[in-house]
Every structure is written in structure tokens, then in C-alpha cells.
């Protein structure tokens, strides 16, 4: 099996950071892009950023405040969050294309999510 775990998350007044951590653990053998997604209540789920063979996306809403970064060897992805707004504010949900131990194919798995507040 094959896991995903966020952590960082929490409430955080305007202008503020928070840093996002993304573990990947289990029958792993590759992992190939690594994505933060956001949901608010009552909106589409949203990507935020990726990171795929060392090359970045943002959303235009975060673009120059985040920072979407890996460590390989430790099966995780962050999320640097700076200048933080009120309407960043949402549940923060990870994702990883992983090729499982013994398969040749690739799967998405997910996190389960992390809540981001930013008061104003």
C-alpha cells in the first residue's frame, strides 16, 4: 500500500507563512510529479503547484508567494506559503504519480488533506 500525509497546516494571520509537508510512504519504487491541490467550501478543487523533474507550475494566484519544493530521498513535498491572504484559505491536499514496487504502470494516490486559515 501506498500513503500520502500532509502536515503544517493550521491558522495563520494575513501576511504570515506556513510551510506544508507531504510524506509518501510504503511500497514505493518511483515517484514522478508531486502536486498541492487546494479546496474551499463550496469551490472546485484547485491546483496550486507541481513539481515534476525539477520544473515548477503555480496557479497565477500564488505565483511568487508559494513555493512548491521536494526531497527524493525522503518521499516528500512541501509547500512554502509566504504573504499568506484570507482567501488562500481552504483545505490543502497533496498528490504523487508512484509507480508501486513489482508494477510497471503508475497511479495517482492522495492525501487526506491539511486546513489552511488565514485570518484577516
Known amino acids: 500500500q501506498v500513503q500520502l500525509v500532509e502536515s503544517g497546516g493550521g491558522l495563520v494571520q494575513a501576511g504570515g507563512s506556513l510551510r506544508l509537508s507531504c510524506a509518501a510512504s510504503g511500497s514505493i519504487d518511483t515517484i514522478n510529479a508531486m502536486e498541492w491541490y487546494r479546496q474551499a467550501p463550496g469551490e472546485q478543487r484547485q491546483l496550486v503547484g507541481s513539481i515534476s523533474g525539477g520544473r515548477t507550475i503555480y496557479a497565477g494566484s500564488v505565483k511568487g508567494r508559494f513555493t512548491v519544493s521536494r526531497d527524493d530521498a525522503k518521499n516528500t513535498v512541501y509547500l512554502q506559503m509566504n504573504s499568506l491572504k484570507p482567501e488562500d484559505t481552504a483545505v490543502y491536499l497533496c498528490?504523487?504519480?508512484?509507480?508501486?514496487?513489482?508494477?510497471?504502470?503508475?497511479?495517482?494516490?492522495w492525501g487526506q488533506g491539511t486546513q489552511v486559515t488565514v485570518s484577516s
Open positions: 498528490t504523487a504519480l508512484i509507480q508501486r514496487i513489482g508494477s510497471n504502470t503508475y497511479s495517482s494516490y
